[in-house]
C-alpha cells in the first residue's frame, strides 16, 4: 500500500513538473510593435486538455545597438487566451545608451489562463532609430509552466485508490 501510494504521488508530481522551454536566441528588433521587420514567433503548446498556466520564467541577454538604447527594447508575449504582457528594458533597469544588457525574472500574468494552443512572442522597440537591426537578443529563454486539469489530477488519485484497495482484497 505504501509503496503504491508513493508511487501515485510521484506520477501527480511529475505530470505538474513538467515545462516548456521556448528558447528565441538570436531574434531581432527593428522597429515599433507591428512593424513588419520584427522578429515575430509563433509556438504552439499543449499539456493535455485543460491544462492552465502556473508560472512563466524568462532569462534574457540583449544587445542595443547605437543609436538604439537597452530601455528601448521590447518582447511582447500573448498567450492562448490572447493576454498580453510586455517585458520592457526600461522596467528591467536597462539605461539609456547602447550596450549589452542581462535580466531574469519571473510573472504570474497568465496564472490561471489556458495553456494549451498558440503562444506569440513579439520582439520589437519603443522607438524606431532607423537602423536594422536595432537589437539583437542574445539569449532569449522563456519557460512556460502548466499544470493538468483538476479532473486529470482527481483521476490519477483515483485510480492509485482504487488499484490500492483492489490489491488489499486480492
Do not use: C
Amino acid at each position: 500500500m505504501r509503496t503504491l501510494t508513493t508511487a501515485a504521488l510521484s506520477m501527480i508530481f511529475a505530470a505538474t513538473a513538467s515545462a516548456d522551454i521556448v528558447d528565441l536566441s538570436g531574434s531581432t528588433s527593428d522597429g515599433l510593435d507591428g512593424a513588419g521587420s520584427n522578429t515575430v514567433v509563433q509556438v504552439n503548446l499543449n499539456a493535455g486538455q485543460g491544462a492552465t498556466v502556473i508560472g512563466f520564467a524568462f532569462a534574457l541577454s540583449f544587445e542595443a545597438f547605437s543609436p538604439s538604447w537597452g530601455s528601448e527594447m521590447r518582447i511582447r508575449i500573448t498567450s492562448p487566451d490572447n493576454v498580453s504582457v510586455v517585458i520592457a528594458g526600461n522596467a528591467l533597469g536597462w539605461g539609456n545608451s547602447a550596450g549589452r544588457f542581462v535580466a531574469g525574472g519571473s510573472t504570474n500574468a497568465f496564472n490561471g489562463g489556458n495553456y494549451n494552443g498558440t503562444w506569440t512572442f513579439r520582439f520589437f522597440e519603443s522607438f524606431d532609430d532607423g537602423i536594422t537591426p536595432d537589437g539583437l537578443h542574445r539569449d532569449a529563454v522563456f519557460i512556460i509552466k502548466p499544470i493538468p486539469a483538476p479532473g486529470a489530477l482527481a483521476l490519477l488519485a483515483g485510480a492509485g485508490l482504487i488499484g490500492a484497495r483492489r490489491r488489499r482484497r486480492g
